[in-house]
């Protein structure tokens, strides 16, 4: 009788998931790091999360990923979450301990921040107001983040004003809550721009604020990575912004889950990037 050691699996788990580029940038650093394991998508539609998402520990998994429509309803089901997927009201990133319980925790703000100083090394959190265009799950994780970083305001608009009322309430006084309307009129002297929403987005509705009141000297950010250079980042980089696209977030809010599940911290690099975006 051979007594095997058992080779650590993870997952990202969504519905649908087939579009992920999560298996295709963890699978990279499986192999770039010769580390034995395997990481896959698995679909699980929302009313079988509670039940299946106990089974994966037994099945030889060591955590995972989750998105979207799972990122709010893992929190009820997490035996322990941090401080900071508690106060965004998401977790992205599961681990799954050797004591049975399950450990949830939010690293998009981390990546957003790693992404920012990677791709704008001169940007300074502290130098001025940010502007944060929607109000949804990642801008909740980008305002916790910049607060934590040093940014004195955030002036936050959003289509719908009661989520972003919502949020302020939850982070408090650095937060200035205006009208979807006005949100070109925010960034004469913001610091930092950051768009959260999916407008722009291949398939979705086009980015329509204006940004001639700009501040050059700004670093605008998107989240959105399909395209990689969007209608904002393309609009502010001609109007002399420092322009970062949402590609970085996606890679390094994905290091500090790799390194808990397979022991060994992945670089983010011009390589990582180059092996999700020709996947």
């Given at each position: 009788?051979?007594?095997?050691?058992?080779?650590?699996?993870?997952?990202?788990?969504?519905?649908?998931?087939?579009?992920?580029?999560?298996?295709?940038?963890?699978?990279?650093?499986?192999?770039?790091?010769?580390?034995p394991g395997h990481y896959i998508p698995i679909d699980i539609a929302p009313v079988d999360l509670p039940r299946?998402?106990?089974?994966?520990?037994?099945?030889?998994?060591?955590?995972?990923?989750?998105?979207?429509?799972?990122?709010?309803?893992?929190?009820?089901?997490?035996?322990?979450?941090?401080?900071?997927?508690?106060?965004?009201?998401?977790?992205?990133?599961?681990?799954?301990?050797?004591?049975?319980?399950?450990?949830?925790?939010?690293?998009?703000?981390?990546?957003?921040?790693?992404?920012?100083?990677?791709?704008?090394?001169?940007?300074?959190?502290?130098?001025?107001?940010?502007?944060?265009?929607?109000?949804?799950?990642?801008?909740?994780?980008?305002?916790?983040?910049?607060?934590?970083?040093?940014?004195?305001?955030?002036?936050?608009?959003?289509?719908?004003?009661?989520?972003?009322?919502?949020?302020?309430?939850?982070?408090?006084?650095?937060?200035?809550?205006?009208?979807?309307?006005?949100?070109?009129?925010?960034?004469?002297?913001?610091?930092?721009?950051?768009?959260?929403?999916?407008?722009?987005?291949?398939?979705?509705?086009?980015?329509?604020?204006?940004?001639?009141?700009?501040?050059?000297?700004?670093?605008?950010?998107?989240?959105?990575?399909?395209?990689?250079?969007?209608?904002?980042?393309?609009?502010?980089?001609?109007?002399?912004?420092?322009?970062?696209?949402?590609?970085?977030?996606?890679?390094?809010?994905?290091?500090?889950?790799?390194?808990?599940?397979?022991?060994?911290?992945?670089?983010?690099?011009?390589?990582?990037?180059?092996?999700?975006?020709?996947?």
């Amino acid at each position: 009788m051979t007594d095997h050691p058992r080779i650590p699996l993870a997952a990202v788990l969504g519905h649908p998931i087939a579009h992920s580029r999560s298996p295709a940038l963890h699978g990279y650093w499986l192999k770039r790091y010769g580390i034995p394991g395997h990481y896959i998508p698995i679909d699980i539609a929302p009313v079988d999360l509670p039940r299946l998402i106990r089974t994966l520990p037994a099945l030889g998994f060591v955590g995972c990923n989750v998105t979207i429509p799972h990122k709010e309803a893992i929190l009820q089901i997490a035996d322990i979450v941090t401080d900071r997927a508690a106060l965004i009201g998401a977790a992205n990133t599961l681990i799954f301990r050797k004591d049975g319980k399950i450990h949830a925790d939010n690293t998009d703000g981390s990546g957003f921040i790693a992404n920012l100083r990677q791709n704008a090394p001169d940007w300074k959190p502290a130098s001025g107001p940010a502007v944060v265009l929607g109000a949804g799950g990642a801008a909740r994780a980008v305002v916790a983040a910049l607060i934590e970083v040093g940014v004195p305001e955030i002036r936050l608009a959003n289509r719908t004003r009661p989520r972003a009322d919502a949020l302020r309430s939850d982070f408090g006084a650095k937060v200035h809550v205006h009208e979807w309307v006005q949100a070109g009129n925010l960034m004469d002297d913001a610091a930092t721009v950051i768009n959260t929403t999916s407008l722009g987005m291949t398939g979705k509705a086009d980015f329509r604020i204006p940004l001639d009141r700009i501040n050059p000297h700004a670093v605008c950010n998107d989240l959105v990575y399909t395209p990689l250079k969007t209608q904002f980042l393309i609009e502010a980089e001609a109007r002399g912004c420092t322009v970062v696209d949402g590609l970085g977030m996606l890679l390094h809010q994905a290091a500090p889950g790799f390194e808990r599940w397979f022991g060994l911290r992945p670089e983010v690099d011009e390589a990582t990037r180059k092996a999700v975006l020709f996947a």
